[in-house]
């Protein structure tokens, strides 16, 4: 309150020297006051009168600021009348309420950064406690945090766990999650939330106040789930904890799995069937006849696979589900070939005669129309060579 009215004498001061008459704007923030202009004074101060009742918190009032040229403390009254004209800014009057001694401020407050016991805190503590005559009463400092009142000698622990309950659950800092301020519930049941032993991935999250259970997030893979009975891993990288909960087995060098990265199911793949949580079991193609069923075809059933083979030296065709003569591949193969280069051979003697036969005939029409000009044929009429020139 002392260091208040320093701070309110100093701005009376300013404005005073500024011919005691300005025009400015104010903001209510809850116990302080907010000057935006003038610049001069623009900053918040602290104040216990700042309360003009009819803002919200946050709005603003504009008017205009007057600080008397006398009665600074306004213990009297006013002279003058500060009332505002009609339809003209409400008239804002400033008074000083007090005269503050820094010095004492200081020396009340001390050193906050020292571990040292306040000596003005000290002596007023030591004057209200009794000297251990009969009737003494004795007064014990008393502090408010968050509503709760801790009476009595303080320690920190008590101030640490009456400050760390003000904050909502999940969102307290790590300090206040400490053995000596608050018991982990996680450890016990795992606070009866879901857990996957094997990933060693919880659901179940300590907080100040107690535990909660959340479907977490694991190196980039988000759980969902209520968060007690069920968390299922989701996204690209499922599979990369504990395989995404799904069944997966390596067996001879071989490894299958029921997770896939595009799907959020466990499906068991090809040539195993279960249901892709706990178990895949082989299915054998021989035995279910799904394969190899040609009559020269032989089948090897394997894990996860399957493998077909031809009696007779024949060679097996997996496309066709059949088997053929690797003799007869190869001379059917040979003979196709042979039918290929004599087809080609055949057109292209075709082709040689028939261009043979057009360009003779086009020569021989050539030399018969030059013949026709000179020497008319047997069944061409005599061309006259000489023409008429009348009576001449």
Known sequence: MREMGKKLGLLAWV????????VGRFVVEKNSLKVSSPSALNGVYECAIGNFGVPQYGGTMVGTVVYPKANHKACNDFDISFKSKPGGLPTFLLADRGDVDLKKIENCVGDP????????LKAEQDA?????????????????INNRQYRGKLDKVAVLKA????????????????????TNECLHNNGGCWQDKAANVTACKDTFRGRVCECPVVQGVKFVGDGYTHCEATGALRCEINNGGCWKK??????????????KDCKCPQGFKGDGINTCDDVDECKEKIACQCPECKCKNTWGSYECSCSGGLLYMQEHDTCI?????????WSFIWIIILGLAAAGVG????????????MDSEIRA???QYMPLDNQGEIPNHVSHGNV
């Not at 082709?351 to 086009?362: E, F, L, Q, S, T």
Request: charged letters at 25%; one cysteine or more.
């Open 250 to 263: 390596t067996h001879d060098g071989a490894t299958y799995s029921a997770c896939a990265d595009n799907s």
């Open 351 to 362: 082709g040689y005669a028939i261009y043979k036969y057009r360009i003779r005939r086009y």
């Open 370 to 372: 030059i013949m026709a």
């Open 325 to 333: 003569s690797k003799d007869g591949k190869t001379e059917v193969s």
């Open 15 to 22: 404005w005073f020297m500024l011919c005691g008459f300005c």
């Open 113 to 120: 950064s020292a571990d040292v016991d306040n000596p003005v």
């Open 128 to 144: 209200q406690i009794g000297k251990g005559t009969r009737g003494d009463v004795t007064i014990l400092p008393t502090l408010v």
């Open 163 to 182: 400050i760390c309950a003000g904050f909502e659950e999940t969102t307290e800092p790590a300090i206040c999650l400490s053995e000596d301020i608050e």
